[in-house]
């Protein structure tokens, strides 16, 4: 927690500094990769840099952080970064990175804040910023230490088995070890990191769901095209579709993820939109393989049948489980079984006890969280899975 002569400080502070934040973590990434360009080409996402999504989550951490520091101080808020810290961990980040962006950050609301950044202020945020660093750090080494890996060592290769066509915009590879190890276990929800080389010869990164269940030789992404972006936007995900074909060879990081399946016995909601089903399916294929007989309730919405990535087997999954119930939402075109429009789960009966798993866009999950809360299901039972930066840090 704060020291207690920085605790006003921070106080008093906190408003200027967050209505200067988003000019700040801008200056920030300008700074940084001034400094280290190899950073934004092998490293950051630049697709997330260019529409500016990855300086609003920096921004929403910082200002999320340091407010609970003052609202919570007697919680420990590390639980708030698991998200970040799992993220960071399949891109492999280590310790000596956080001086880099110290050094950077620092500097960067020294010259947006000018006068303002007096020696007692700087010490106070220098505070909140390491109390924020050092917690990453501690989970990000709990990260790797589970994994069985050094600091920092997620990558290995892994071949391309089988690729199928699952809608026109999404399709899924199925990968194994180049060196004929075995795949490795996963908790149902967990993600992978996929290094792509490009034709301009830069390194990006980006996380793929694993989409069938842990325990077999092999393991299954899904990839769906983010057709009509910008700039570098979408530049991965059009690769793999592009160039990706059996045969050849991914550099692939080791399972990371918060959003993981708890192992009680308690009913369930697995709740999704579009591509935001795979991991959904990877729970779903675990309780099919484990025999589970938990009751199951999957919510499902897409733009159409003809859109929905696996759908037939969401379907196969559900019939298989005796105690599941799925839901679905078509927003056009017609389908046995699913309703028209927007998902709507205020009619869906809800039981005690309920653990709710959400994975979607931003709206999608915050209005599926908001009828949950209304219903009266505890918002520590709601965990929600973010493709890209969270821009919802902050707004639990």
Known sequence: MLSEQSVPVVRATLPVVGAAIGDITQLFYRKLFDDRPELLRDFFNRGNQANGEQQQALAGSIAAFAGMLLERSDERPDAMLARIANKHASLGVTSGQYKLVHEHLFAAIAEV????VTAEVAAA???????MANALIAAES?????AGAADGEVWRSMEIVERREQTPDVVSFLLRPADGSPAGAFRPGQYVSV???LPDGARQIRQYSLSAAPGGSQWRITVKRARGAAGPQGEVSSWLHETARAGDLLTVSL?????????DEGPLLL?????????MLAMLDHLAATGSDRRVIV???????????HREELRRLVDAHPSASLHLWYETGGDAGA???????????????????LCGPLPFMRSVRDELLRRGVPAAAVHYEVFGPDLWLGQE
């Open 113 to 116: 804040l000018g006068d303002a």
């Open 125 to 131: 945020w220098d505070e909140v910023y390491w109390l």
């Open 142 to 146: 709990g990260l790797y230490k589970e």
């Open 195 to 197: 290094q792509a080389e």
């Open 255 to 263: 399972p990371f993820g918060d959003l993981v399946l708890g192992e």
């Open 271 to 279: 709740a999704s939109a579009g591509i935001g089903s795979t991991p």
């Open 299 to 309: 919510v499902h919405a897409d733009r159409s049948p003809a859109d929905h990535a």
């Open 339 to 357: 309703a028209a429009g927007q998902a709507d789960i205020g009619a869906l009966d809800l039981p005690e006890g309920l653990t709710a798993y």
